[in-house]
């Protein structure tokens, strides 16, 4: 048992450096720093910024739902909302209502999320008077497409949830003849993960399958690169982040979903789901020394929210903390014994790139997705993370 909370030896290949701004560091590959410290995605930070400036947020969040209204005029709904039970989707649902929107909450069941998750999506929907379409995955499919990950040994092991939720997202939105998905995401609270620390795209998916998994993803499509250019090109299916266009306050937003819809925290980044809560507080950490608790706090002392220094005092107060009983639950869940798991977990870490992704493509297609993101047919984040 004790193997279990080992640490597998991760190569330092450069002298420790953190950003002058921010507090990510060179635990992360591929960062690098201008010459006055501040690291890359200080500067993402600022170029969404610029993107999305507070200055003129009022104006712009009437423009945006303008358009979803006129886009959804004679429809049942006029969005999506893919909903987990945590901060940003129920937030962003909540905002979505009081603008005067009609959306249909979407959520992805895969079969991990906890009861307070499950409870706060059906408190939020029922109050808000919002319709729930829930999507069921096929869980020893799921959890194949899981162990997959888990065995090719890549710091991406819950990317299957993420892109299964965008893959059923664009997949219901066309289905349903919506143009307009709302993202609860936010730059100023969560930041951009790096892409050595969060990878994903559809051939990656189908590539580890295929090497670790068996059999086939049936019960959701895996959305690859041509089904993207279809939902956003032909299908004219876009995606907006809503929280991007309001000065978006953490603390705030929780004192403010607990009192209009009962929201009750979960105790942890992304903690909502257990299977989450295992990869983020104990397998990064401890098998990829990757602490995601640093891309959040950067992402609040770029925006104000928290100082520099209360964040660096945060992470060198304690390491990332993880529950063991989680861990135990986790692996049994799996499938596995302890001495299975003990297999897996010491096997030499790898990265996405050691399998086949889209990523080299996207870097060839650089300057048309630009051109797609500036008039706004795709994320401006695509480029900015992966292309430039």
């Known amino acids: 048992m004790e193997a279990i909370v080992g640490t597998p030896e991760v190569a330092t290949k450069t002298a420790y450096r953190r950003c002058s701004r921010c507090v990510l560091d060179t ?34 969040l009437e423009r945006i739902i303008r358009r979803i209204k006129k886009a959804g005029r004679n429809k049942t709904y006029d969005c999506i909302v893919g909903v987990s039970g945590g901060r940003d989707s129920i937030y962003t649902l909540f905002l979505a209502r009081k603008m005067g929107l009609r959306p249909l909450a979407v959520y992805f069941d895969n079969g991990w ?36 990950f888990l065995k090719a040994s890549v710091p991406d092991a819950d990317i299957p949830t993420v892109y299964a939720i965008h893959s059923v997202l664009y997949e219901t939105a066309a289905k349903q003849g919506i143009g307009y998905i709302l993202h609860g995401h936010s730059f100023r609270t969560e930041g951009t993960s790096p892409i050595s620390w969060t990878y ?3 051939r ?24 993207l250019l279809y939902y956003s090109l032909v299908k004219r299916i876009r995606e907006v982040r ?19 819809l009962g929201w009750v925290y979960y105790g942890g980044y992304h903690h909502k789901n257990l299977y989450t809560k295992f990869f983020q507080s104990f397998l990064l950490p401890n098998k990829f020394n990757i602490d ?40 049994a869940k799996l499938g596995w014994t302890l001495e299975e798991w003990e297999a897996v977990y010491f096997r030499e870490p790898r990265s996405h790139k050691d399998f086949k992704t889209y990523l080299p493509l ?24 992966y292309a430039s």
Request: charged fraction near 30%; glycine fraction near 2%; hydrophobic fraction near 40%.
């Open 27 to 60: 635990t992360v590959s591929d960062i690098w720093f201008d010459e006055a410290g501040t690291c890359k995605y200080c500067q993402i930070h600022d170029e969404m910024e610029r993107l999305h400036p507070l200055a003129n947020m009022e104006e712009d």
């Open 113 to 148: 999320n906890t009861e307070i998750a499950v409870s706060n999506i059906r408190k939020a929907t029922d109050l808000l008077r919002v319709d729930l379409h829930t999507v069921m995955a096929d869980l020893d499919e799921f959890k194949d497409l899981q162990r997959a």
């Open 200 to 202: 994903m795209d559809g």
């Open 204 to 227: 990656y998916i189908k590539d580890v399958h295929r090497r670790f998994g068996s059999g086939h993803v049936r019960s959701f499509k895996i959305m690859t690169l041509p089904y």
């Open 242 to 260: 809503l929280l991007e266009y309001i000065d978006y306050n953490k603390k705030k937003a929780d004192e403010t979903l607990a009192h209009d």
């Open 292 to 331: 995601k608790r640093k891309t959040e706090l950067s992402a609040l002392v770029r925006s104000g929210q928290v100082t520099r220094r209360e964040a660096i005092a945060e992470l060198e107060a304690s390491s990332y903390k993880y529950d063991r009983s989680v861990v135990i639950y986790a692996v």
């Open 362 to 385: 996207i870097r060839l297609l650089r300057l048309p997705i630009w051109v797609a993101c500036k008039l706004r047919l795709l994320p401006h984040i695509l480029y900015l993370k």
